[in-house]
């Protein structure tokens, strides 16, 4: 069974930075395409990052772009988002989510989450 | 950006009733539309894919329909289980894109 796991999450002040981690079990990592996404107290869920499994290919909602980097660690098999200049509207839940078994880039699974806090 | 606008944004239902949910897409996305279930502190379980295809698991009283701009979900015979928010997805092309949800709950 595919387990994806996130961590790191917390409270910051604005301006703070953060890093997330995921990581994953029960299937081989390396193959697959990686996203983070979040979801703001009471709010939908919005797509941030997407990272192709070679790192070759990297995307970011306009939004995070130039503040979040996504990255990954196929050896440790583990996905990272490092979150710079956080501010009050970055609060959410971030989850990792992966597109495995589903044909398209449709999120089939998807980690627990992991909830980022910012106040002062 | 495509932008997917879902209807009702919130729908009282009760056990046994059918409904329908709606997601409009601001511009054709072909068959790339998915649907989701999350319940309260969550993450989202996907339900749906390619307009109609049911993820392994899902029961079959979730049905998904639509092409182009225009999807509906639909659930006949409301559950207990089936009280949460749904939203859709399209993964047409990135950014992926969500809808605003709609919330079923118990009536």
């Known amino acids: 069974e595919v387990q994806l796991v996130e961590s790191g999450g917390g409270l910051v002040r604005p301006g703070g930075s953060l890093r997330l981690s995921c990581t994953s079990s029960g299937l081989t990592f390396s193959p697959y395409s990686m996203n983070w996404v979040r979801q703001a107290p009471g709010k939908g869920l919005e797509w941030i990052a997407y990272i192709s499994s070679s790192s070759g290919t990297i995307y970011y909602a306009d939004s995070v772009k130039g503040r979040f980097t996504i990255s990954r660690d196929n050896a440790r098999s583990s996905l990272y988002l490092q979150i710079n200049s956080l501010r009050e509207e970055d609060a959410a839940v971030y989850y990792c989510?992966?597109?495995?078994?589903?044909?398209?880039?449709?999120?089939?699974?998807w980690g627990q989450g992991t909830q980022v806090t910012v106040s002062s | 950006d495509i932008h997917l606008t879902q209807s009702p944004s919130f729908l009282s239902a009760s056990v046994g009733d059918g409904v329908t949910i709606t997601c409009r897409a601001s511009q054709d996305i072909s068959s790339y539309l998915a649907w989701y279930q999350q319940k309260p502190g969550k993450a989202p379980k996907l339900l749906i894919y390619?307009?109609?295809t049911l993820q392994s698991g899902v029961p079959s009283r979730f049905s998904g329909s639509g092409s182009g701009t225009e999807f509906t979900l639909t659930i006949t015979s409301l559950q207990p289980e089936d009280f949460a928010t749904y939203s859709c997805?399209?993964?047409?092309?990135?950014?992926?894109?969500f809808g605003g949800g709609t919330k079923v709950e118990i009536k």
């Open positions: 997805l399209q993964h047409y092309r990135y950014p992926q894109t």
């Open positions: 390619a307009v109609s």
């Open positions: 989510a992966a597109n495995i078994v589903v044909p398209g880039m449709v999120f089939d699974n």
